[in-house]
T-cell receptor
């Protein structure tokens, strides 16, 4: 079972920041927070991941609370092409195999 | 473009038949993961190979099998197909077993 809780859906106006929350209250110290998105029925696309520090790349920013029990993915200037299902995934960072466990994600609709 | 390729893109077959799905990982990636996405079950991990060896199994049916070849490409074999096997099948690859996974575009299987 997924170890994260996300809102089912969200809307965002084009050009505005999209802030997608994720709750992972049972996260362990050696678990990363990963974000992927899936546009229509395409393959999931990696966005960003982090352990405890905030992270930023060319696609998004990831803000993780100090207690690590929740995080927010920020798309700074959402476009229509950002309409997708966004998955927040907790994944062990230790040795050995750790497949991704997907929940239902948040369906983000960017509106013109 | 993630660098992961999957063939075929679409596959239509009949119940009871057998099909083979193919995945070529990104250059340099040793791990290959297979996932199934159906309407009612969401994205589910099936099986993982690392450098030719099976490393983890998820919700993979006994009618399904996979292998990874010396050139690191992987094949997922689905036999005695049932209507319920209709789904999107995604392959993902990563450098090792803990690194970020990158997904291919998927194979859409329709069993009639």
């Amino acid at each position: 079972d997924a170890k994260t809780t996300q809102p089912t859906s969200m809307d965002c106006a084009e050009g505005r920041a999209a802030n997608l929350p994720c709750n992972h209250s049972t996260i362990s110290g050696n678990e990363y927070v990963y974000w992927y998105r899936q546009i229509h029925s395409q393959g999931p696309q990696y966005i960003i991941h982090g352990l405890k520090n905030n992270e930023t790349n060319e696609m998004a920013s990831l803000i993780i609370t100090e207690d690590r029990k929740s995080s927010t993915l920020i798309l700074p200037h959402a476009t229509l092409r950002d309409t997708a299902v966004y998955y927040c995934i907790v994944r062990v960072a230790g040795p050995g195999n750790t497949p991704l466990v997907f929940g239902k994600g948040t369906r983000l609709s960017v509106i013109a | 473009d993630s660098g992961v390729t999957q063939t075929p893109k679409h596959l239509i077959t009949a119940t009871g038949q057998r099909v083979t799905l193919r995945c070529s990982p990104r250059s340099g990636d040793l791990s290959v993961y297979w996932y199934q996405q159906s309407l009612d079950q969401g994205l589910q991990f099936l099986i993982q190979y690392y450098n030719g060896e099976e490393r983890a199994k998820g919700n993979i049916l006994e009618r399904f099998s996979a292998q990874q070849f010396p050139d690191l490409h992987s094949e997922l074999n689905l036999s005695s197909l049932e209507l319920g096997d209709s789904a999107l099948y995604f392959c993902a690859s990563s450098v090792g077993q803990r690194e970020t996974q990158y997904f291919g575009p998927g194979t859409r299987l329709l069993v009639l």
